[in-house]
């Protein structure tokens, strides 16, 4: 289950990404509103500020016309509050009623780091005494008593660090604990996916948040099943109707040949009479040959034929069949010629005896169905990339490039003659395809170097 660990990463990747853009994201919005806040000026240098500009002239005290409309333009107030007597011996025009005019030591150290009346206090020094300036009261909020343990500064940023990461193990367990069920539902609706090609009776069970998913994948196993199931029946029904009939066939075919065999060879009969007995033979023969085809290769095609496989030798089958083909041709119009290096005399395949021997038969007969007037065939055996190839020459009339490529890439090998309604490839090479597929070997047809028609079996070498 390679999908799970995968997603969960994912979904731990998409976690501490979050968490990451998070934590920079509030430091960005806490520098940004800390620069705001420090833009503005400070109230304790604006104090420091108005104690510098405020200067004595005779009698009275003169404070610029800058600090002035800075004051005025924020609502603040100013006092200074002299050294000896601790009274106030100047102020600004709007100093509120309710401010006094006079002040002890504690009243000026509670000014200091306070409040005066509400009013958040700020303080500048003077040469004449203490200058004091009033904010609105909901201008600034003073910590009065602020003090800080030293060991908690000292480590500060290890506080803060494990604090981060207390936060992002949090925010985990919620995720995790959050999507649980999401996970749990994944996983069998994985195994539902998997499962479908394999042709596997798959139910999911739908419930979780992924159900209408598990839903849709039941419904569509259901379908796929029902579907199959047709098809079988369809198959079934075609391989044993191809039976039925390659069987009734049989019995009045065979009596046909019988009968016509015994025209043709039958003395009191003309010679015009006794070769068109032969030709119905011949003709029903040819019947007969491509019911076999028919029938075998429908078992073929839905693995109704049973594959006998075992080791042997491929040199000695196809001796064979080039032995029963030259005891068969009487008039040496298609003599048979052995092109392979005298060392190959064993060439071990794991194979099926029969089928292997029925597709090279198929071939050298091919070649003899489509060259009426003879042919010289030649076999060629050879070794390469640990498989064997077997290829089948003839010097015949051939095939031309666009039957060549129908042949190699049509599944049917059904290819027709431009004079004649017979069909001149037909079963017997789709036969040879299938039992090449069934030993995981290949097919390829094409034109011979003697100028006829070539066809290259490939089989596995037997290790």
């Known amino acids: 289950m390679k999908s799970i660990p995968k997603l969960i990463r994912r979904f731990i990747g998409i976690l501490l990404l979050s968490s990451f ?28 500020d108005t104690a510098k500009a405020l200067s004595k002239s005779k009698n009275s005290y003169i404070l610029s016309e800058s600090l002035s409309k800075e004051l005025n333009s924020n609502n603040t107030w100013a006092i200074l509050v002299d050294n000896n007597t601790k009274n106030v011996i100047w102020h600004t ?22 409040y005066i009346k509400g009013y958040p206090t700020f303080t500048g020094e003077h040469q004449d005494g203490l200058v004091v300036l009033g904010f609105p009261k909901t201008s600034y909020w003073k910590h009065m008593y602020n003090s800080w343990d030293y060991w908690f500064i000292a480590n500060f940023f290890k506080i803060l660090l494990l604090v981060l990461g207390g936060n992002i193990f949090v925010i985990f367990v919620i995720y995790m604990i959050a999507n649980t069920r999401l996970l749990k539902s994944v996983n069998p609706i994985l195994n539902g996916i998997r499962n479908l090609p394999l ?10 948040v992924l159900s209408e998913i598990a839903a849709s994948i039941n419904k569509t196993s259901e379908i796929l099943e029902t579907k199959d199931y047709q098809l079988k029946r369809k198959e079934t029904a075609r391989a044993n109707w191809i039976a039925g009939v390659s069987h009734d066939i049989r019995t ?29 033979r011949r003709q029903s023969e040819r019947i007969k040959n491509l019911i076999n085809d028919l029938n075998l290769t429908s078992k073929l095609e839905y693995n109704m034929q049973p594959v006998n496989l075992e080791n042997i030798n491929i040199v000695s089958i196809i001796r064979q069949v080039v032995v029963d083909f030259m005891n068969m041709d009487i008039s040496e119009q298609y003599p048979i010629e052995w092109i392979t290096d005298d060392h190959i005399n064993t060439c071990f395949v794991n194979g099926d005896k029969g089928l292997l021997k029925r597709a090279i ?9 489509h060259n009426e007037n003879g042919c010289n065939i030649y076999i060629t055996l050879v070794e390469k990339d640990n498989k064997y190839e077997i290829q089948i020459d003839d010097d015949g009339i051939g095939a031309t490039d666009k039957q060549i490529e129908k042949l190699n890439n049509t599944p049917h090998y059904m290819v027709c003659d431009e004079n004649t309604t ?14 090449m597929s069934a030993h995981h070997g290949s097919v390829t047809v094409g034109h011979s170097s003697y100028g006829g028609f070539s066809v290259t079996l490939t089989l596995p070498m037997y290790l």
């Open 21 to 48: 853009l998070l934590i920079v994201f509030n430091f960005i919005a806490i520098a940004v509103i800390g620069y705001s806040q420090t833009a503005s000026g400070s109230p304790w240098k604006t104090a420091t």
């Open 422 to 435: 017979e069909q001149r490839h037909g079963l017997g090479l789709l036969i040879v395809k299938q039992i």
């Open 199 to 208: 042709e596997k009776q798959i139910h999911v069970k739908e419930k979780g």
């Open 93 to 114: 025009e709007n100093l509120p009623n309710e401010i006094p005019t006079e002040y002890s030591l504690s009243d000026i150290s509670m000014l200091t780091r306070g």
């Open 252 to 280: 009045p075919l065979s009596m046909i040949m019988g009968y016509a065999g015994q025209l043709e060879s039958h003395a009191h009969l003309a010679d015009e009479e006794r070769q068109k007995a032969a030709v119905i």
């Open 361 to 369: 038969t198929n071939i050298i007969q091919n070649s003899i169905n």
